[in-house]
């Protein structure tokens, strides 16, 4: 597959032209990959209104996912979170539908609160039951109580642990009801790559926000867009000018570059390639277990280990797992996630399951359940997040309203959304998370209710 972007840019740094355009660097190396930082020269096309050499290496992307579109953002699945959610109000728009409300799964990514609050819109929200998992049957059961039917089903599929829901069972149940389904899809671009795409777009998603970057070989910021083929033309060619809405008017060339060179690496064995690791995963998730671990079900590339049971948090594992040169994902209270690529070795998973099988076995700790509070919303996410607010600590928001979200980061569990009232709960929860001081609306309490749903 041919790569326009990093072979211009390539032949431009070769070149050695006198470089009096952005950015300021002029191309000499202080980090080192200054000589392939450009901005939208002439022939460099520009990625808000793509007409050339992006334009060709979107197709190309458009193409490997075989999608209706599939968009470059240089500023992470948040901007394309946004973006989605802006053209499904357009496309719900053109369709005579108007509704503000989302019903949308509870686990969210902060992105999707701050486009609540850019866009006007207010989150009806689904709580995942005991297995952090959403059911269709909770979706529809919502859908079928809304009297006014929301602008989009929103899901976060995989999540930070690498569950899914039952994608295609929850696409059904919204086609039924004629709601889009949109999917935060940060942890899944590879998805569409194992020999059946699990890719949400295939399961039903009407769109998804890919981050290229957390699972494939592609610079940090790199993310895709994905429309799926049900999108209006009209809609697809607003896309261009939702991304713009929420992004620099100066994305990065190296990120496009890496997006754009990955397309050659997709086109060049990844498949043959992500079956074969996979394999090697699920081998060290099996090893893993036969040493006692608890190994939770999630993505397949994710290796999720309980640690309370072997009598430790995570943090203590991967402090151990540190001290022989490996680096986790994240460590929790109870647990560490490992992300995985193609780009690891069989080796190094070698190297985590011996260093995992050389810590005894202590007497089990108590695991600390996440749960998620149901708060009630007393303003909009717009009104709170535009409100005059103050930070106070956390430890005395009780009977205030949040102005800003507070959400644990990771996992990306929301305590408080901007507009919510905190109440005890939220309060313990601040504490046992070390949450020390949070932004509420002045003046902002129960007592001065504006909430207009
Ligand atoms: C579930 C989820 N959604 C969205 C995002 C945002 O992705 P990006 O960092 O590409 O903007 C993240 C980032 O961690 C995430 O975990």
Redesign the pocket.
Known sequence: MDTPVADFVRRYHKAGSVRFHMPGHKGIPCLGCEGLDITEIAGADALFQAEGIIRESERNATVLFGFGRTLYSAG???QC?KAMLYLTMLYQAERKKTSRYVLAARNT?V?FIQACGLLDLLPEWLYPGDEGIIEPGTVGDMLARMTEKPLAVYL?AP??FGRSPDTRGIAAVCSRYDVPLLV?N??GAYLKFLPESRHPVDLGAFMSAD?A??TLPVLTGG?YLQLSKRVPEEIAAAAKGALALFGSTSPSYLILQSLDLCNAYLAGGYREKLAGFVGEVENTKARLERMGWQVSPSDPLRIVVGTAQAGYTGAEVAARLRDEGIEPEFAGPSEIVLMTTPENTPEQLDRLCRVMAGLPRLAPRERPALSFPQNQRVMSPREAMLAPREIISAGAAAGQVSAMPVILCPP?VPVVVSGEFIDESCVALFGAYGIETVEVVACGGPGKPTFRA
Do not use: E, L, R, T
Request: glycine share 12%; net charge negative.
């Open positions: 992470g699945a948040s979170i990514h992105s976060v999540d930070y935060d940060a942890h981050s970057h957390k993310a990306g």
